[in-house]
C-alpha cells in the first residue's frame, strides 16, 4: 500500500530545497570560519592578573620600594575587585603582579591598571617608564630577529636608524602589538666632566647640567597675521651636535666658560647594564609579540616582508638574522594535525566503504564527518577561540567519534527495512528507536565537558578550549545524524542494504567470537569482574613508568638557555662568561647562530639583572626532531660553565612559564614584617624547623640575599658647616656618579638624550669618592670630609605582599600539599614570633585548593548530569548504575595504551582521560537501551539481552573502527607538528577499544545477571 502524501507544514519539511539551504548556510559558515579562524600554539591566556614592569638601572630594593614600589602600590591598591598585589623589587627592577577576582575582565582591568600608574607618575623618577600587560602576554611572542653590525658601524647609530625608520612601520602592521629593540644603549650626546677642570674654573656639576637644561629650547611664541594668513611662531633652540655642546656657555666665577673646556663632548650609546651578543659580537635584538586575539601566522609574514622592505634604509651591511619564528611552530602544528585530521577521516571514510560497499548510504556517512567538523569550527569561531593545541586536539580526537551517532541512526534505519517497513516508515520508526539512546549517549559525553566551561583559574585556560570544542563538535554530530542522515536516506532513495560479502563474513566472525567471550563472562561474572580490576590496579602501575611533561612540543628550529651567575657580578664579567658559552656552543655541528640577550633593557617586560639572561640557539636546517632532546642535551653540556646555573627549553615552554610566572611556587611560607633584620632572623629560624619535615624537600630560603653596597651618608654637622644640603650634595653627585639626563633634544622622530657622567664612574674605588670635590660655600671640599662612605650589605631583593614588607621560603612538597601545610603549621608552633609580625602560607596553595574545589564540583555536576540524562532514559537504576562502572574501567585502556606506546604522559594526555568518562558510555547506553525495550516487548531477559547484542554489535564494531582510524594517524605521531597530541590520541584509542569490549561483553552480562536476580526475588517475594 503507498505511503500517503505529506501535507502542509511536514510538506514542507520534507522538500529537498528546504534542507539543502539550510545546510548549504551552515557549511558555508564552516568554510568561512575555517579560513577566518586564528591558528596558534596555545589557548590565549585570559588571566586576570595584570604584571607592572618598572626599570631603574643601578637602583638597590630599597630605593625601589620608597621611590617606585610605594607610589604605585598607593594607586593601585586603590581599584576596586583587587584580590591581591604582590610586589618584587631589586636589581635595578619592579615586577608588581595584580591579582582581580576571578571572573573580571582582563582587558578592562588593564585598563585599570595604565589609569592608576597616570596618576602615580608625579611621584615616580622621570626615568621610569611602567610597562602593563595582562600576565601571559609572553607567549605572544612571535618573532625574534638579531641585527648583524658590521665592526666599521657604530651599533647606537644602527640602533638609532632602526628605531627611526623600521620599527615605526613594525608598529603599523595589523595585529602586532609591541615592538622591543635593544642592544645598546639609547644613543646620546654624553657629556664627560673633567673634575679638575672643574675645580679650575669653580664650576659645580649643578651649574653645567643647569647650562645644559638652558639651551634647549621648543615652544610656541604666538602668532602675527599677515594679510589673510595667521602665520605661528615658535621659538626654537635644540643643539643635537657635539660641536654645537662644545660651545655652549656655562656661568663661572670669571665669567663665562666653554662647556668644551669643563668636559668631553661625544655622541655615542650612553651606559647601560644590559648586552646582546650575536655569535660573539655586539649586536642588536628585536622582538615582536602580536595582539591577543591577532593570527600569528599572517603578523610573522608581514613583519618578514616588512624587515626586507625597509632594508636598504638602513646602513650598508646591516643585515636581519631571524632566530625565532612562532609562525614556524604554528604552521608545522597546524599543518601536520590538519593532515592528520584529514588522513584520519579518510581511513574513517574507507573502513566504511569497505563495511556498507559504495552505496549512496556510505557516501551520506562520509559526508557526516567534514559536516560535523566544520559546523565545530564554526561554533568555535563565533566563541572566540583559535585552533590551538586544546582545540585541535579536541578535533583530532573528535574527528573519529565523528560517524558514531550517524552508524547508529543508519543501522537502525537499516533494521527497519529489513524487517518490511516502508521506505518513510522505516526511516520515521527506525530514527523513533534510536533517537533517544543516540541523544542520550551524545549528551552523557557532552556532560562531562559542561562543567569544565565553569571552571576558572589556571585549569579554566585550558580546560575550556578543550570542553568547547568537544561539547561543540559532538553536538554537531548528533545534529546531524539525527536530520541529515535520516533526510538524506529519505530523499536520494538509498537502497535498503548494500553489504560486501566480505565485510558480512568478517562481522559474523566476530560477532561468533563476542557471542563466545560474552557466555564465558555470563558464567563466571565475579572472575570476570575481578579480572577487570586487576588491569584497571595494573594500569595505575603502568602509568608510574611513563614520563611525564608539561607540554612537550615539536622541533621549533630554536632552544632557549637561561643562564644566572651569581649576584652581584659585574656586566663585563658576564659578557665574558657568555661569549665563551656562546663559542662552545657555534662549534655545535647542529647550531646556526646563537643570539644571547644578558640584563633586561628598559621598556621590556624582561626583569633579568645584568648577571642572568637568555641564550637563543638557532639550529640548522633539516634538523632531526627524534634527535631534539639529544642535542639540547648536548648543547647544555658543551656550555656548562664553573659558577654559571643554565637550563634549557624550547622558547614556548620558557614563554609559558614566563606567561605563569606571576602565580607563586605551590609551597611558600611568608613571613611579614618592617625590619629587614629581624624578618632574615626569623626566616633562617622557620627554615630550619621545616628542613625537619620529611614532606617537603627543595627549601629555598630567599632571607633577601644580602649583597654589597656602598653607602653615602652625609654627616649633619659637616653639612652645617660647609653650608650644604644633603639635597643639594646629591644634586651634584647624581651627574657625576649616576649620571643624569639633563634634556631631550628632538631629532626626527626619535629622541636625543643629552647626558652628563664621568666617563670612569663605574670604575672608581671607595677612596676615590672620598676625593671626590664637592662645591661649598668655603671653596672645593672632599666627599669624604662631608658624608661618611662605607660597605653596607643589603638585601639584593625585597617583597611586597598587599603593601606589607615581607621575605619568602620556598619550598617542594613530596606528598599532598594539605599534608605539608598541616605539618609545617605544627612544625613552627613553638618558634616565639615578636610583636608586629606574622606568617601565612601563601603561593599556589589556594589557588590550588580554589582549582581543585572546581574540578571537585565540576566532577560532580558531570556525574549528576550523567546519572539524571540516564535515569531519564532507562526506567530504575540498574543500567544507569552498571553504565558508570565504565567510567574507571576505560582509564584501564587509555593507561595501558599509553604505557605500551612509552609516549610520554603531558596537559593534553590527562584530558584525554577525563574524556573517557564520557566516550565509553555511548555503545553501553544503545545496547541496553535495546534490551530494555525488548523486554518490555514480552521478550525474555536473556533472550532480549542477546537480541540487543546481535543487533547493535555490527554499528558498535563499526563506530569503534571509525574512532580508532579517526585518531590511528596522531596516535602513531605522523609528523612532528602532531608530537605534542599523540598521547591524547593514544590514551583515547586504547579507553575506546577497551570500553567497547566492556560494552559488549561484561556490561550486558551483569545486566543479564543482574536483571534475573531481580526478577528471581520478585517471584519468591
Not at 626586507?308 to 614556524?328: D, K
Request: glycine fraction near 10%; charge should be positive.
Amino acid at each position: 500500500m503507498p505511503e500517503p502524501k505529506p501535507t502542509g507544514l511536514r510538506a514542507i519539511l520534507l522538500r529537498p530545497v528546504f534542507w539543502l539551504l539550510i545546510y548549504g548556510a551552515l557549511l558555508c559558515c564552516g568554510l568561512y570560519a575555517w579560513l577566518k579562524i586564528p591558528v596558534e600554539v596555545l589557548p590565549r591566556f585570559n588571566f586576570p592578573q595584570i604584571s607592572v614592569i618598572a626599570h631603574e638601572p643601578g637602583a638597590a630594593a630599597v630605593e625601589l620600594e620608597t621611590q617606585i614600589v610605594r607610589p604605585l602600590e598607593g594607586r593601585i591598591m586603590a581599584l576596586p575587585d583587587i584580590l591581591n598585589v604582590r610586589s618584587t623589587m631589586g636589581d635595578g627592577t619592579v615586577e608588581t603582579d595584580v591579582r582581580f577576582q576571578q571572573g573580571s575582565d582582563p582587558q578592562t582591568d588593564l585598563q585599570a591598571v595604565n589609569g592608576a600608574i597616570d596618576l602615580a607618575r608625579a611621584d615616580l623618577p622621570a626615568s621610569v617608564h611602567p610597562l602593563a600587560q595582562i600576565m601571559g602576554n609572553a607567549i605572544n611572542e612571535v618573532a625574534d630577529y638579531a641585527v648583524r653590525i658590521p665592526p666599521s658601524l657604530d651599533p647606537a647609530r644602527v640602533q638609532r636608524a632602526i628605531l627611526a625608520d623600521v620599527v615605526p612601520a613594525l608598529r603599523a602592521l595589523p595585529g602586532v602589538q609591541l615592538v622591543n629593540l635593544y642592544g645598546t644603549g639609547q644613543e646620546g650626546i654624553w657629556v664627560q666632566p673633567d673634575l679638575s677642570a672643574l675645580r679650575r674654573y669653580n664650576v659645580s656639576a649643578t651649574a653645567l647640567v643647569r647650562a645644559l637644561k638652558g639651551q634647549v629650547l621648543l615652544t610656541p611664541g604666538g602668532y602675527l597675521t599677515q594679510g589673510h594668513q595667521d602665520i605661528f611662531i615658535e621659538a626654537r633652540n635644540l643643539p643635537v651636535h657635539a660641536g654645537q655642546i662644545r660651545h655652549i656657555a656655562v656661568p663661572g666665577s670669571g665669567g663665562p666658560i666653554p662647556l668644551g673646556a669643563l668636559a668631553r663632548v661625544v655622541r655615542s650609546a650612553l651606559p647601560s647594564l644590559n648586552a646582546v651578543l650575536l655569535d660573539g659580537r655586539p649586536a642588536l635584538a628585536l622582538n615582536v609579540f602580536k595582539q591577543p586575539g591577532a593570527s600569528t601566522v599572517p603578523v610573522s609574514r608581514a613583519v618578514q616582508a616588512t624587515l626586507a622592505s625597509t632594508l636598504n634604509e638602513l646602513p650598508a651591511g646591516v643585515r636581519w638574522v631571524r632566530t625565532y619564528n612562532q609562525g614556524h611552530l604554528v604552521g608545522i602544528v597546524g599543518k601536520d594535525l590538519g593532515i592528520n585530521l584529514a588522513v584520519g577521516g579518510l581511513l574513517a571514510i574507507l573502513v566504511l566503504l569497505w563495511a556498507l560497499g559504495g552505496s549512496r548510504d556510505t557516501w551520506i556517512l562520509a559526508l557526516s564527518i567534514p559536516m560535523s567538523l566544520l559546523m565545530g569550527v564554526a561554533a568555535l569561531y563565533a566563541a572566540g577561540q583559535s585552533l590551538d593545541l586544546m582545540t585541535l586536539g579536541a578535533l583530532t580526537v573528535a574527528v573519529g567519534l565523528l560517524a558514531d551517532d550517524a552508524i547508529i541512526v543508519l543501522e537502525s534505519i537499516y533494521h527497519r527495512w529489513e524487517a518490511g517497513d516502508g521506505h518513510w516508515e522505516g526511516i520515521r520508526r527506525g530514527l523513533g528507536d534510536i533517537a533517544g539512546p543516540d541523544a542520550t549517549g551524545t549528551l552523557t559525553t557532552v556532560s562531562v565537558f559542561i562543567p569544565l566551561l565553569f571552571v576558572g583559574g589556571l585549569a579554566g585556560l585550558f580546560f575550556i578550549p578543550f570542553a568547547l570544542a568537544m561539547t561543540f563538535t559532538l553536538l554537531a554530530s548528533l545534529l546531524v545524524s539525527l536530520s541529515f542522515i535520516p533526510l538524506c536516506l529519505g530523499f536520494l532513495k538509498a537502497p535498503r542494504q548494500n553489504k560486501s560479502v566480505r565485510s558480512a563474513r568478517v562481522f559474523a566472525l566476530l560477532r561468533r567470537w563476542n557471542e563466545k567471550t560474552f557466555a564465558a563472562v555470563l558464567r563466571r561474572p565475579k572472575t570476570a569482574v575481578a579480572a577487570c580490576l586487576a588491569l584497571f590496579l595494573a594500569s595505575l602501575a603502568a602509568l608510574a613508568l611513563v614520563p611525564v611533561n608539561f607540554l612537550p612540543l615539536p622541533n621549533e628550529g630554536v632552544l632557549l638557555e637561561s643562564f644566572t651567575l651569581p649576584p652581584g657580578s659585574s656586566l663585563a664579567d658576564t659578557e665574558a662568561a657568555v661569549a665563551e658559552m656562546t663559542a662552545r656552543m657555534r662549534r655545535d655541528p647542529a647550531v646556526l647562530h646563537v643570539l644571547a640577550r644578558i640584563g633586561s633593557a628598559s621598556g621590556t617586560a624582561y626583569t633579568e639583572p645584568a648577571y642572568a639572561g637568555e641564550i637563543e640557539i638557532a639550529l640548522k636546517p633539516g634538523v632531526n626532531v627524534n634527535s631534539l632532546d639529544a642535542i639540547g642535551a648536548r648543547v647544555l653540556k658543551e656550555s656548562r660553565m664553573t659558577g654559571v646555573q643554565a637550563a634549557l627549553d624550547t622558547p614556548t615552554i620558557e614563554r609559558v612559564g614566563e606567561s605563569l610566572s606571576g602565580l607563586s611556587q605551590p609551597f611558600v611560607l611568608d613571613i611579614f614584617g618592617s625590619s629587614i633584620a629581624q624578618l632574615r632572623r626569623l626566616s633562617n629560624e622557620f627554615t630550619a624547623h621545616l628542613r625537619r619535615i620529611p614532606s617537603l624537600s627543595g627549601i629555598f630560603n630567599n632571607a633577601a640575599y644580602p649583597v654589597s653596597q656602598i653607602r653615602i651618608e652625609p654627616d649633619a654637622g659637616a653639612m652645617a658647616a660647609y653650608g650644604l644640603t644633603p639635597a643639594g650634595l646629591q644634586r651634584q653627585l647624581e651627574p657625576l656618579i649616576n649620571g643624569q639626563i639633563a634634556a631631550r633634544v628632538p631629532e626626527g622622530n626619535v629622541p636625543l638624550y643629552l647626558y652628563v657622567r664621568l666617563a670612569d664612574a663605574p670604575e672608581k674605588s671607595i677612596p676615590d669618592l672620598a676625593r671626590l670635590p664637592i662645591r661649598t660655600s668655603s671653596g672645593w671640599t672632599p666627599l669624604g670630609q662631608l658624608a661618611r662612605i662605607r660597605l653596607v650589605s643589603t638585601p639584593n631583593q625585597l617583597l611586597h605582599i598587599a603593601g606589607a614588607r615581607a621575605l619568602e621560603i620556598l619550598a617542594t612538597p613530596t606528598g599532598p600539599l594539605g599534608g605539608a601545610i598541616a605539618s609545617a603549621r605544627h612544625a613552627l608552633a613553638g618558634v616565639q614570633i615578636p610583636p608586629g609580625y606574622r606568617y601565612s602560607f601563601g603561593g599556589l596553595y589556594k589557588e590550588l585548593e580554589r582549582a581543585a574545589l572546581g574540578l571537585g564540583i565540576a566532577a560532580l555536576a558531570a556525574f549528576v548530569l550523567m546519572i539524571g540524562i540516564m535515569i531519564l532514559q532507562f526506567d530504575g537504576l540498574l543500567a544507569p548504575g552498571l553504565l558508570l562502572l565504565l567510567t574507571p574501567l576505560a582509564f584501564t585502556g587509555g593507561a595501558l595504551a599509553l604505557a605500551a606506546s612509552r609516549v610520554g604522559l603531558n596537559a593534553a594526555g590527562l584530558i584525554a582521560f577525563l574524556t573517557l568518562v564520557g566516550i565509553g558510555l555511548n555503545h553501553g547506553i544503545v545496547l541496553l537501551y535495546r534490551a530494555s525495550k525488548n523486554e518490555a516487548a514480552g521478550m525474555a531477559p536473556e533472550a532480549a539481552v542477546r537480541e540487543a547484542l546481535h543487533v547493535r554489535f555490527r554499528p558498535i564494531v563499526l563506530t569503534t573502527l571509525t574512532a580508532v582510524l579517526g585518531m590511528l594517524p596522531t596516535a602513531l605521531g605522523f609528523g612532528q607538528g602532531a608530537a605534542p597530541e599523540q598521547g591524547l590520541a593514544v590514551v583515547t584509542l586504547g579507553g575506546i577499544v577497551w570500553s567497547a569490549l566492556l560494552s559488549t561483553n561484561l556490561i550486558p552480562a551483569l545486566y543479564l545477571r543482574l536483571r534475573l536476580r531481580r526478577l528471581s526475588r520478585e517471584k519468591s517475594a
